[in-house]
């Protein structure tokens, strides 16, 4: 839990510093995760995947949302991997996510689109999450 605040804490400082990318009433995902790789891949050929294949076609079918892999600096994180969701606003959220954080059946349609490029992911390997959804004031 200490994670999740510190990285909340860390993402909502740069988002202020940056122009205000992360408004009152926009909902920020933190997802603290532990990589687990498969036998032969290498962090660089999973990070490479998740950033440069995943990322993108996430975004096209999740409208609204803004995805980010971020790695721990210092203290507890420190070399440790997590995923930052910005998404615009409540109102998105709820679109995707019911508040227990199940699927809407939105979701549902798309995890068939998105299914082959998780399918992809995981032959790279598979994390565990530590999710936590947090809503600025």
């Known amino acids: 839990m200490k994670k999740l605040i510190i990285a ?3 993402i909502l400082c740069t988002g202020v510093a940056f122009g205000q990318i992360v408004q009152k009433g926009s909902v920020i995902g933190v997802h603290t995760s532990t ?10 050929q999973y990070l490479d995947y998740f950033s440069n294949t995943f990322i993108p076609e996430f975004e096209k079918h999740f409208p609204g949302i803004k995805l980010y892999l971020v790695k721990g600096l ?28 199940s699927n809407t059946e939105v979701t549902a ?12 992911g995981n032959k790279l390997g598979t994390t565990d999450d530590v999710i ?3 809503v600025i004031q």
């Open 8 to 10: 909340a804490a860390f």
């Open 35 to 44: 990589v687990n790789l498969n036998e032969g891949v290498t962090l660089d």
């Open 74 to 101: 210092n203290r507890e994180v420190k070399d440790e991997y997590g995923k930052i969701f910005i998404i615009e606003s409540k109102e998105v959220y709820n679109k995707y996510w019911n508040d227990d954080g």
């Open 109 to 120: 349609a798309i995890a068939e689109k998105v299914q082959p490029l998780l399918d992809e």
């Open 132 to 134: 936590a959804d947090w």
